[in-house]
């Protein structure tokens, strides 16, 4: 188990928990459709590292570093 903000472009994780986040940062995830259960694809990171693409459900969204961190994956 990793957490998001260490996979690599083209890797793919299943999202099974949250670590460290705060009960408001935690709703704001879920509410995006970052539910355990749901696979993550890493599709591109910014030149500097960050912010990262994630493709969740069909549809891609923008991270900063410090938010994938608070999402537990498991590689798939």
Known sequence: MTT???LLVGESGR???FD???PS???KLL???LT???VVH???VAPLGDPME???RGFSMSLRKTEAAALLVEKT
């Open 4 to 6: 998001l903000n260490e």
């Open 15 to 17: 999202i099974v928990g």
């Open 20 to 22: 460290g986040a705060s």
């Open 25 to 27: 940062y935690r709703r």
């Open 31 to 33: 509410s995006l459709g």
């Open 36 to 38: 355990p259960g749901a």
């Open 42 to 44: 890493v599709a591109r």
């Open 54 to 56: 994630v493709r969740v």
